[in-house]
């Protein structure tokens, strides 16, 4: 299986400062058709998770543009240009490249400082 | 716009079937190429996927969970399944059903709430 490493795993952040989350893949993640299939979740407490971020650098419909995907090959960034309190919650890569599994990161509990 | 609702028993005894059921509800399971998957979250932990199908009948499962996972879909109720069999303590966990979006490698784009399987005697 694919190993996604995340670092740092908990990230104290103050209101209205940038924030960045690192996640590395054990094997490149380009598909067989040129697409990386990295993608960042976000996971409020208590809540379900959703998607932010699909292959690498799309954000989904309603995805504030204060979050940003960027990286390739092996290693890849989700970044936040202002974090407010509303983004507090754990943040998780997954790669859907190498599959069967899909597998995802350790997560990133991002809070306010 | 798409939601899901997972149901099924909140505990389940050591050895026993767990059975989970997905509800759809503002679009069909069978239109369009979604593939239709599971996932789980043990109490502190991260998300595991578990396995995804199409309404066609094609599944893919963890290799972990190979042995004792069935999903299944009825298009006639919009749901669709998991069978989990011989469970464990280690099964624990919440359990999210979720829409695959096109394409699959970018993952799970419509999430269910969860639901909790306490695995206990």
Redesign the interface.
Known sequence: ?VVMTQSPLSLPVALGQPASISCRSSQGLV?I?G?T?L?W?QQRPGQ????LI??VSNR?SGVPDRFSGSGSGTDFTLKISRVEAEDVGVY?C?Q??H?????????TKLEIK | QVQLQESGPGLVKPSQTLSLTCTVSGGSISSGSYYWSW?RQPAGK????I?RMFTSGST?????FKSRVTMSADTSKNHFSLTLTSVTAADTAIY?CARV?S???????V????TTVTVSS
């Open positions: 299986d598909y058709d697409n299939y993608n979740f379900s998770p959703r998607r699909y292959q989904d998780y997954m859907g490249t599959w069967p599994p899909y597998t995802f990161g350790q997560g | 996932i991260t998300l595991e996927w396995g893919s499962y963890h290799p972990s999210y979006g394409p699959p490698g970018a993952g799970m784009d999430w269910g709430q969860g």
